[in-house]
């Protein structure tokens, strides 16, 4: 997901800057010890808390989007009520940042909401454009496509920065 949004688009430009820089890109699911792997660099998207590696943040924030045809014929932005009413698209660590968005709202009382749990966030983003549900998603870049199109639609404004989620680099590794 990460690599189709974010990488992918933009490797004909890289290529271009650094024409003689051998790339290779790997998609791995989980986290990788790059004592053991031979990476040079990465991007990352999930927590960024992660011991021995110090990191840089480079996008954050986030925000509740899902497809037009869910929401059609209501009114922008929807309320916390209107938008819980609906199902919510999650991890099932709730990762993706429901409880923080919810709690900045003033909701609390969270044991009573549909959230529709994933395996990981790719696929409560897919969930969400596919109309059925309302996911959080990091609003620049992973979604510019589809807001810019309309596919998708951010159905309140209010914004969560999670301090260890998001995209981000690791920037130095402690090889100990």
């Known amino acids: 997901f990460l ?6 688009p933009n490797l004909a430009e890289f290529k ?14 989980d986290f ?37 045809s869910l929401v059609d014929g209501r009114e922008f932005p929807m309320s916390v009520e209107e938008i819980i009413g609906l199902p919510l698209a999650t991890t ?23 959230f529709v749990e994933f395996e990981d966030g790719g696929l409560a983003f897919d969930y969400a454009t596919s109309g059925r549900g309302v996911a959080m998603a990091i609003e620049v870049p992973l ?15 209010r914004a969560i920065y999670p301090q260890n989620h998001g995209i981000y680099l690791p920037t130095a590794l402690d090889n100990k």
């Open 3 to 8: 690599a189709d949004r974010l990488l992918r």
């Open 143 to 157: 979604i510019r496509h589809e807001l810019s199109t309309g596919s998708l639609v951010v159905v309140n404004p």
């Open 16 to 29: 271009e800057l650094f024409p003689k820089l051998r790339l290779d890109m790997s998609y791995f699911r």
């Open 32 to 68: 990788v010890d790059f004592d053991e792997a031979d990476i040079h660099a990465a991007v990352l998207f999930g927590e960024s808390d992660r011991k021995g590696i110090a990191t840089t943040m480079l996008y954050n924030k986030a925000v509740p989007v899902c497809s037009p």
């Open 92 to 114: 099932k660590d709730h990762t993706t940042g429901w409880l923080e968005w919810l709690a900045a709202a003033g909701f609390e009382e969270t044991s009573n909401l549909d």
